[in-house]
Nanobody, 118 residues
Framework: QVQLVESGGGLVQPGGSLRLSCEASGFIFDLYAMAWYRQSPGKRRAERELVATVRSSGADLVYADSVKGRFTISRDSAKNTVYLQMNNLKPEDTAVYFC????????WGKGIQVTVSS
């Protein structure tokens, strides 16, 4: 079955960096776009924000305006893994971050906490 497992979250000070990883299994990774979403404190599941997407080819990177210039999405086919490099983190980036394969029904990871605080 489809599995998406996030790692790399944690507590970081404002201005710091983190790299999230999402290891995928149960489907042909190279054929599918991948995405990162986040759910901020107090928001419902339906209010998850799309942070970044990458096509199966690795091209056509799309970012939310709030993270442009600070976050970078990438993928490694050899490792079936998608990454989210997050730089210059701000307190408003605090959220649970989810990996998703948007073209596969209900293909979400369980999420990982990122807290930006001094």
């Amino acid at each position: 079955q489809v599995q998406l497992v996030e790692s790399g979250g944690g507590l970081v000070q404002p201005g710091g960096s983190l790299r999230l990883s999402c290891e995928a299994s149960g489907f042909i990774f190279d054929l599918y776009a991948m995405a990162w979403y986040r759910q901020s404190p107090g928001k419902r599941r339906a209010e998850r924000e799309l942070v970044a997407t990458v096509r199966s080819s690795g091209a056509d990177l799309v970012y939310a305006d709030s993270v442009k210039g600070r976050f970078t999405i990438s993928r490694d086919s050899a490792k079936n893994t998608v990454y989210l490099q997050m730089n210059n983190l701000k307190p408003e980036d605090t959220a649970v971050y989810f990996c998703r394969a948007p073209d596969i029904f209900n293909a979400w990871g369980k999420g990982i906490q990122v807290t930006v605080s001094s």
